[in-house]
C-alpha cells in the first residue's frame, strides 16, 4: 500500500537554528499538508498546500514557517529560527484531488527536538 | 465545523468487540464522519469514513443512524496491537479542509 514517507524520523538542532522537515506524499495525491503534536497534546493542523501554492494556514503557521515542493516529489516545511517550542511531532499529510471526500493519509512523522 | 464528543478512554479483553461512539449533534449536510487511529510516536492512520448507515472495511465498520447526530466505530475481536488513540472527526474533507482532531478515546486492549 503506498505511503507517506518522513525524513529525517528525529531531528535534534539548537535553539535559533533552520530546519528542514521532508516528506514524499503518495504519488497520485494533489494535496499535501502540514500538522504537528506537541507531546501529550492534539494533533494541530499548521498549512495546506495544492497546486505549488499554500491553500491555508494556522495561526501557528507564522513568518518563522515556509513550506515548498522543490520537486515531482518532495513537499518540506522550512522553520527558520527555531525556538525551544517548537519541539514537536510533525506530521505530513496527503490526500487525492477527486470529488467527494477523500480522506488525508499521515506519515510516521519527524520528532523535531529543539535544545 | 461540527464539535464531536467521545469517551476519553476505554478498557476491552483481547478478543472482544469494541465500540466506540461519537456525538456531533451540529453535523452539516456536507459532513462526513472519519475515524482515525493513533500508536504512539506514530501519524494518525485513517481507518474508515462513511457518510450515511453502515460502512464495512477490513478493518472496522462504522455505524450512522438515519439523523447522523452520531456515529459509532466498531472494531471486531480486538487485540493488543488495537491498544491506540482513536479519534472521531467530522466534517468536510474534500480539497484542502484541515482535520480538526479533539482529544480521542484511549483505548486499552487486556490480555
Known amino acids: 500500500e503506498p505511503e507517506v514517507t518522513q525524513t529525517p524520523s528525529h531531528q535534534v538542532t539548537q535553539m535559533g537554528q533552520e530546519v528542514i522537515l521532508r516528506c514524499v506524499p503518495i504519488?497520485?495525491?494533489?494535496?499535501f499538508y502540514w500538522y504537528r503534536q506537541i507531546l501529550g497534546q492534539k494533533v494541530e493542523f499548521l498549512v495546506s498546500?495544492?497546486?505549488?501554492?499554500?491553500?491555508?494556514k494556522s495561526e501557528i503557521f507564522d513568518d518563522q514557517f515556509s513550506v515548498e515542493r522543490p520537486d515531482g516529489s518532495n513537499f518540506t516545511l522550512k522553520i527558520r529560527s527555531t525556538k525551544l517550542e517548537d519541539s514537536a511531532m510533525y506530521f505530513c499529510a496527503s490526500s487525492e484531488a477527486l470529488r467527494g471526500s477523500q480522506p488525508q493519509h499521515f506519515g510516521d512523522g519527524t520528532r523535531l527536538s529543539i535544545l | 465545523l461540527a464539535k464531536t464528543t467521545q469517551p476519553i478512554s476505554m478498557d476491552s479483553y483481547e478478543g472482544q468487540e469494541v465500540n466506540i461512539t461519537c456525538s456531533h449533534n451540529n453535523i452539516a449536510t456536507n459532513d462526513y464522519i472519519t475515524w482515525y487511529q493513533q500508536f504512539p510516536s506514530q501519524g494518525p492512520r485513517f481507518i474508515i469514513q462513511g457518510y450515511k448507515t453502515k460502512v464495512t472495511n477490513e478493518v472496522a465498520s462504522l455505524f450512522i443512524p438515519a439523523d447522523r447526530k452520531s456515529s459509532t466505530l466498531s472494531l471486531p475481536r480486538v487485540s493488543l496491537s488495537d491498544t491506540a488513540v482513536y479519534y472521531c472527526l467530522v466534517g468536510s474533507t474534500g480539497g484542502n479542509t484541515p482535520l480538526v482532531f479533539g482529544k480521542g478515546t484511549r483505548l486499552s486492549v487486556i490480555a
Open positions: 498546500f495544492y497546486n505549488n501554492e499554500i491553500s491555508e
Open positions: 504519488s497520485n495525491h494533489l494535496y
